[in-house]
């Protein structure tokens, strides 16, 4: 079945510097990858998400890149606010199982 | 109004009691699952229905039971509780079997179950 592993477990960066998340995946038959944020208390809500046939994605401050190739894609934030400080999650699955899959998380401390 | 709403928010119960968790979405989504949150923030898939049928049903014991009245509830019952049982469980749905661009996932606000 589908693996899906990130890191790093936690990152810290200073207010405007960038934040990178890396996550691989074990399916070569994924073809959608979405980034949760989870801020304390809440609920996983999604912020990015990418299908197999696209490199990359922007939405303002976000970003996401895929290499199919390799198996692996990656979050950039960029401009890095104390409100972006949050568990973020990746995750992965393809359209057959309906299965997706997360990554074990990344909590993300921006220090003002 | 809150797309996708689970009840109760707490559950604070004994070993060996049964437990119930509902959920109800209002986005006319075919799809909805189960997903556990332990202490380490992993989420794990549980179950999933589509249209009260069964799609996915992963390795959980036989003491959680999902039932899914309709396609817009998907309650999840728990038998003889245990101390291991205590996560958060969010509920979420999708509007097509799988999530896709088209049909991301959506979570419900989750219910912290505590098992003393």
């Known amino acids: 079945g589908e693996n899906v592993e990130q890191h790093p477990s936690t990152l810290s960066v200073q207010e405007g510097d960038s934040a990178v998340i890396k996550c691989t995946y074990s399916?070569?038959?994924?073809?959608?990858f979405p980034w949760y944020k989870q801020e304390l208390g809440k609920r996983p809500q999604l912020i990015i998400d990418i299908r197999s046939n696209v490199g990359e994605k922007k939405d303002q401050r976000i970003a996401v890149t895929l290499n199919k190739t390799a198996k692996h894609f990656s979050l950039h934030i960029t401009e890095t606010q104390p409100e972006d400080s949050a568990v973020y999650f990746c995750?992965?699955?393809?359209?057959?199982?309906?299965?997706?899959?997360f990554g074990q998380g990344t909590e993300l401390s921006v220090k003002p | 109004d809150t797309a996708v709403s689970q009840t109760p928010k707490y559950l604070v119960t004994q070993m060996g009691n049964d437990k119930s968790i509902k959920c109800e979405q209002n986005l006319g989504h075919d799809t909805m699952y189960w997903y556990k949150q332990d202490s380490k923030k992993f989420l794990k898939i549980m179950f999933s229905?589509?249209?009260?049928?069964?799609?996915i049903n992963e390795t959980v014991p036989n003491r959680f039971s999902p039932k899914s009245p309709d396609k817009a509830h998907l309650n999840l019952h728990i038998n003889s509780l245990e101390l291991g049982d205590s996560a958060v469980y969010f509920c979420a749905s999708s509007q097509v079997l799988a999530p896709t661009l088209d049909s991301p996932l959506h979570f419900g606000n989750g219910t912290r179950l505590t098992v003393t």
């Open positions: 229905y589509n249209n009260k049928e069964l799609i």
């Open positions: 995750a992965a699955s393809n359209n057959q199982g309906g299965k997706l899959i």
């Open positions: 399916d070569s038959a994924s073809n959608y």
